[in-house]
């Protein structure tokens, strides 16, 4: 008969309390947390769902992030716009109280000083910030879009923005454009008819030479001197009919020139200057190993500030003419191109209200899955405290039993 060591024995006892103890600690960590799984030794298949998971739920919260701010971006635009429509909206009931003639000296001046604080207040709100950054301003955020001068010429506003998109990644692979570009909402399309003096707002384009030289290397010199040539179409046509391989268009923005190589050349492609700045004044003068140059913003004149300008040198002068023949329709389409822009802003919004819905619905689901990877079930987590803490307890009392010692231990 082999006999067992005390020593033995309350190793053996101290190691399966320890292991209680152990499951104890495990268990009551979990419910503290309330995760099944905290270290990949938990459940390295279900820790790796969970990240995943969790992952892909972080990624859309952050796109919603970007919706928020987008939105709150669009809701600016939006009221700006909607503050500049009612300004022009006014400008125009002035025009057409104007435009009968029989007001008197007092009240021709009381509309025209009212219309010179229209203009200011036109610049003001297209020079509107969100967050310091300016809404119409393209991708120039950090300058004003628009600059009053008042010289001995007359008063005039420039545009010193651009129209280039502001983007957002509102998805993996979805943006959208957060921009309204001061062009689009206060400058006209360009078409052929558009004058080449109403180019630049208002500052025209030089007379002189350019030179044009498509991929296959043949040149052509264009002229361009007002008269005779004196519309954007004119130009156009000059260029489709140089002789080379090259095509000029108005591009898809209706605001600039494109010039497209036709010629099937391997060589490049290039618009420059013989004499003068007229090549750099059209927004052509690029030198490329593309088939297209894409001209720059040409701004035509016609727009909602020279329409006001206009106005108010009318009622100056009472040329009535002038307001019933010109003024009103043009104040009715500046009202038409910030009413569209405000179309657009909306349709950005209710794209960005779509996405973030979707997101939002992705991320429960998301969230739902890791939950039930990760998640421990507190009521059954207690249950099972309690059933360790009954087995430590019936540990313990046997251990104090096995390992009181006595004399007849020894015999």
């Known amino acids: ?14 190691f399966n309390l320890m ?13 503290s947390t309330g995760r099944r799984i905290n270290f990949f030794h938990d459940d390295p298949t279900a820790m790796s769902l969970t990240l995943k998971y969790e992952r892909v739920s972080a990624e859309a919260e952050n796109y919603q992030r970007q919706i928020d701010a987008s939105r709150a971006w669009l809701d600016e635009t939006d009221s700006t716009l909607q503050s500049m429509s009612k300004v022009v909206k006014r400008a125009k009931d002035l025009s057409l109280q104007a435009a009968n003639g029989s007001n008197d000296d007092d009240s021709l001046l009381a509309i025209a000083q009212e219309v010179g604080q229209i203009i200011d207040q036109m610049v003001t709100l297209g020079n509107a910030q969100y967050d310091g950054r300016y809404l119409f301003s393209g991708q120039q955020i950090s300058d004003p879009p628009f600059k009053k001068t008042v010289s001995s010429a007359g008063e005039t506003v420039e545009f010193n923005g651009d129209s280039n998109g502001l983007k957002r990644r509102i998805g993996p692979s979805s943006y959208v454009d ?10 006209p399309s360009l078409t052929k008819e558009t004058p080449l003096a109403s180019l630049r707002s208002g500052h025209g384009i ?4 350019i030179q044009i030289v498509d991929k296959n290397g043949n040149a052509a010199t264009v002229s361009v001197a007002s008269p005779p040539m004196n519309s954007t179409g004119d ?9 080379i391989g090259v095509f000029a268009r108005i591009n898809s923005g209706q605001n ?8 099937g050349g391997k060589g490049r492609m290039s618009v420059s200057d013989i004499n003068n700045v007229t090549a750099s004044n059209l927004g052509i003068a690029f030198d490329t190993a593309d088939s297209e140059i894409k001209g720059e913003n040409l701004y035509p004149d016609d727009s909602t500030f020279r329409s006001l300008i206009e106005f108010k040198q009318a009622l100056e002068n009472e040329d009535f003419d002038t307001i019933r023949n010109k003024t009103i329709g043009d104040l009715s389409g500046a009202l038409d191109k910030i009413v569209n822009a405000l179309s657009e802003v909306g349709a950005k919004t209710n794209r960005l209200d779509f996405t973030e819905q979707r997101l939002s619905d992705s991320k429960f689901h998301m969230d739902e899955l890791a939950s039930k990877e990760r998640d421990l079930d507190l009521a ?5 405290l309690k059933e360790i803490e009954t087995v430590q307890q019936a540990a313990l009392a046997m251990g104090s039993r096995i390992l009181q010692i006595s004399l007849a231990d020894y015999l």
Request: hydrophobic share 35%; no cysteine; aromatic share 4%.
């Open 1 to 14: 008969m082999s006999r067992i060591s005390s020593h033995e024995t309350s190793s053996t006892v101290l």
């Open 19 to 31: 292991n209680i103890e152990k499951s104890m600690s495990d268990l009551s960590n979990k419910i």
């Open 178 to 187: 957060i921009s309204t570009s001061g062009s689009k909402v206060f400058f």
């Open 206 to 209: 030089a007379d002189g030479d």
């Open 235 to 243: 130009l156009i046509d000059s260029i489709n009919s140089s002789g």
């Open 256 to 263: 600039g020139i494109d010039i497209i190589d036709i010629s």
């Open 380 to 384: 059954e987590g207690i249950m099972k």
